[in-house]
């Protein structure tokens, strides 16, 4: 089941420049919360903030309490932290020398599940939940590479979900793929979202609509709004929320 | 008019250069191995095939009688079995695989993604400085400092722990022998495998990386099964690379290989002689024999070596192309 996360304080840097001031956010239990603002606002900053990738980039770091059920993300290990709180990128990216069914193999390989048994289970369950199982079935052994761009997304979030983490972090998931594909990515999220706490990046404001139960509006590295996302697109409290998501800007 | 035929001429004498240029490696390379085949010939028709399967090096009585012996001439009793030679050559670079791969394979990892900034460039630095080191100062140091140190104390330690391993117990001796050239030759391949794979990991998309932290793997755990795998193809070439260079090394190996003649390696402390040190020791000498016999042996000694480093390199690059066919690898070469 999904966790409920409560994030506060959170400044970060690249180098000596703040592109996160002091933001404050409740991630309610399965749901899922869209994130949305002009480029450059920080909202990948943020989701990367959240199973400490942020880290990760030489001369980048951060402050703040992000708080899970167990405990202070920040003084955790950050690769237990990126066990419960699993990522898709903006770029579908498959390992480019492992096959399908490695791909999502590789990470439960190396948290100890030997059997190929349990192994071949958890790989279809996960393939399942992402809807690629009935594509790729008949292809595991075939590169990961050889699957289409939307196929390879689907993957990589099938690929996350094996791991069985509470929080699924999606940057711009879709923004990539074709519509028809965009549209399964999005059904899927509404599917997912039951079982785990989901907080997708976008651009596409209908595509906030859609899947979102909340949204926070970023703007400059700051935290401009946030509630429910009918309330925010139709009845936005700040005047520059109203201003992007009619366009005005951004 | 007469501008435009000048700039004509100018055309043609450029186009005619660059294609004397860049047949120049292939040229050097045919004429080399002409050289060192045609010297051979004589060896060749004296020794036969015992060249690589005896084991006794001598070059005869160089001041008496010259004998004729399957219508070559050759001082009495000269033998040229190089078999020492070719053994102690792949065994010591073996050694030195061993060692220098996984060190230099970890040091690049460090350089590419650990450190940043000044630290990085003045690591990078030191890697490189390190290549540049003349290899005699390395025999040097291994005399000095590393044989004594080896034949008094890694030496019996690795006798007395593994001592059950054949091959690895042993009287260590004096230390000069084949433990002793891998670790130096180890030490000076390890900066030329250490900056190809640094670039080569520095080539790999962090998307790829990001992919393998966003599951929880550990920064080994993504070098080992993500990052290595891309560069898989460039990784074989830079491994190549190496080897080629510590079978070719000859002042260093000379220094501290103990100098053995006549007698195959029983352990790993053995006193060796490789094939580019043998050539360099013993052309004096061969220069003195009336025959030329002593000299035509010491070419195909070279022919032998050059064919090795040669048929290493084309192998790499077969075992590359076969994987880069089998997948669909973004890969990165040397
Ligand atoms: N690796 C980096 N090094 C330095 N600065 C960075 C780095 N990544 C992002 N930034 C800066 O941090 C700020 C926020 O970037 P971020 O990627 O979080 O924005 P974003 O809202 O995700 O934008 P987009 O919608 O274009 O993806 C930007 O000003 C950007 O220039
Ligand atoms: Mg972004």
Request: charged residues 15%; contains cysteine.
């Amino acid at each position: 089941m999904g966790k409920s996360i409560s994030v506060a304080g959170l400044s970060a840097w690249y180098g000596d420049q703040q592109t996160l001031q002091s933001i404050d956010i409740e991630l309610k239990a399965n749901t899922a919360t869209a994130v949305i603002g002009p480029s450059g606002c920080g909202k990948s900053t943020f989701v990367r903030c959240l199973n400490r990738l942020h880290e990760t980039v030489p001369g980048a770091r951060m402050e703040g309490r992000i708080e899970l059920e167990e405990g202070d993300l920040c003084r955790m290990h950050p690769v237990d932290v990126r066990r419960i709180v699993g990522m898709v990128f903006q770029k579908p990216n498959p390992f480019p020398t492992l096959s399908v069914f490695d791909n999502i193999a590789l990470a439960l390989r190396l948290s100890g599940v030997r059997r190929r048994s349990e192994l071949a289970e958890r790989v279809e369950r996960s393939l399942r939940m992402a809807a690629l199982w009935d594509e790729v079935k008949d292809r595991l052994r075939h590169p990961a590479t050889a699957l289409s761009g939307g196929q390879q997304q689907r993957l990589c979030i099938a690929r996350a979900l094996a791991v069985e983490p509470e929080v699924l972090l999606m940057d711009e998931p879709a923004s990539a793929l074709d519509p028809v594909s965009t549209l399964r990515i999005e059904e899927l999220i509404r599917e997912l979202k039951s079982r785990y706490t989901i907080v997708i990046v976008t651009h596409n404001l209908q595509q906030a609509i859609r899947v979102a139960d909340r949204t926070a509006f970023f703007l400059n590295g700051e935290l401009i709004e946030f509630g429910d996302t009918s309330e925010v697109f139709e009845h936005p409290r700040d005047r520059r929320t109203e201003d992007y998501i009619s366009g005005r800007f951004g | 008019m007469s501008r435009g035929r000048a700039s004509r001429w100018v055309d043609i004498g450029f186009r005619g250069t660059a294609a004397v240029c860049s047949a120049m490696p292939l040229v050097l390379l045919a004429a080399i191995l002409a050289v060192v085949v045609a010297g051979s010939l004589p060896s060749i028709r004296y020794m036969g095939w015992q060249f690589i399967t005896g084991i006794t090096w001598n070059l005869g009585n160089l001041y008496g009688a010259i004998s004729v012996h399957g219508g070559v001439r050759a001082p009495a009793g000269a033998s040229y079995g190089a078999l020492v030679f070719l053994v102690g050559t792949l065994a010591s670079s073996a050694i030195a695989l061993v060692i220098a791969v996984p060190v230099s394979v970890l040091t690049a990892a460090v350089l590419a993604y650990q450190v940043r900034g000044p630290l990085q460039s003045l690591l990078s630095l030191l890697v490189e400085l390190l290549a540049g080191i003349p290899s005699v100062v390395f025999g040097l140091w291994g005399i000095l400092v590393l044989a004594p140190w080896v034949g008094r104390q890694l030496g019996p330690g690795i006798a007395h722990v593994l001592g059950w391993v054949p091959f690895l117990g042993g009287a260590a001796g004096t230390g000069l022998g084949l433990l002793s050239s891998g670790l130096v030759l180890a030490l000076m391949i390890i900066p030329i495998i250490t900056a190809a794979v640094r670039d080569l990991l520095m080539q790999v998309p962090r998307l790829y990386r990001e992919g393998g932290f966003g599951l929880g793997l550990t920064s080994w755990e993504v070098l080992r099964h993500v990052c290595l795998p891309i560069v898989r193809e460039g990784l074989i070439g830079a491994v190549a690379l190496g080897w080629g260079r510590a079978m070719g090394e000859t002042m260093a190996v000379l220094m501290v290989g103990g100098s053995a003649l006549n007698q195959l390696p029983e352990n790993l402390y053995s006193p060796i002689s490789t094939m580019a040190a043998v050539i360099a020791n013993q052309l004096d000498s061969a220069l003195t024999d009336a025959s030329h016999m002593a000299v035509h042996a010491l070419a195909e000694l070279a022919a032998l070596l050059l064919v090795l480093t040669v048929a290493t390199n084309l192998v790499a690059r077969l075992l590359v192309n076969r994987v880069g066919r089998s997948t669909t690898v973004p890969g990165v070469r040397v």
